[in-house]
C-alpha cells in the first residue's frame, strides 16, 4: 500500500517537475519574442515618426501595458459572512465541563496509586 503511495507521488512529483521546467523555457522564449517584437515595432515607427518620437510611443505603451497588468492582477477582495452561530443547548456547556472534571480528577487517582 505504501509502495503504490509512492509511486503516484513520484509520478506526480516527475509530472509537476516537467511542468515548472517547460512553463520556466516557454517563459524566457515569451519574452524574447516580446522584445524582438518591440524592436521591430521600434524600427518601423522610426522610420515614420523619426527616433525621439518613436522611443516616447514604445514607452508609452508598454506603460500602459504595465498599468494593465497589474490593475488584472489586482487582488480583489471577497467578503464572506461568516455562518451564523449553531444553537447549542445552555446544558452541552455544563456537561463537558462535569466530564473535563471528571477525567482530571480519575488522573489524579491513578497518579496517587501509582508507585514510584
Same mark, same amino acid.
Given at each position: ?6 509511486? *503516484? @507521488? ?9 511542468? #515548472?521546467?517547460?512553463? !520556466?523555457i /516557454?517563459g524566457? +522564449? $515569451? &519574452? ?8 521591430? *515595432? @521600434?524600427?518601423?515607427?522610426i522610420?515614420?515618426?523619426g527616433?525621439? #518620437?518613436?522611443?516616447? !510611443?514604445? /514607452?508609452?505603451? +508598454? $506603460? &500602459? ?25 445552555a446544558? /452541552? ?24
Open positions: 500500500m505504501l509502495s503504490t503511495a509512492l509511486t *503516484g @507521488l513520484t509520478a506526480q512529483a516527475a509530472y509537476l517537475r516537467k511542468r #515548472i521546467v517547460s512553463g !520556466i /516557454a524566457i +522564449l $515569451f &519574452v524574447g519574442a516580446l522584445g524582438f517584437g518591440v524592436a521591430a *515595432g @521600434l524600427i518601423w515607427l522610420g515614420l515618426y527616433a525621439i #518620437i518613436a522611443c516616447a !510611443i514604445v /514607452a508609452g505603451a +508598454l $506603460f &500602459v501595458l504595465g498599468l494593465i497588468v497589474l490593475l488584472l492582477g489586482r487582488r480583489r477582495k471577497v467578503r464572506v459572512t461568516p455562518p451564523p452561530a449553531a444553537a447549542t443547548p446544558l /452541552a456547556g455544563s456537561a463537558l465541563t462535569a466530564q473535563l472534571i471528571e477525567a482530571f480528577l480519575v488522573g489524579a487517582q491513578i497518579g496517587r496509586g501509582a508507585k514510584r
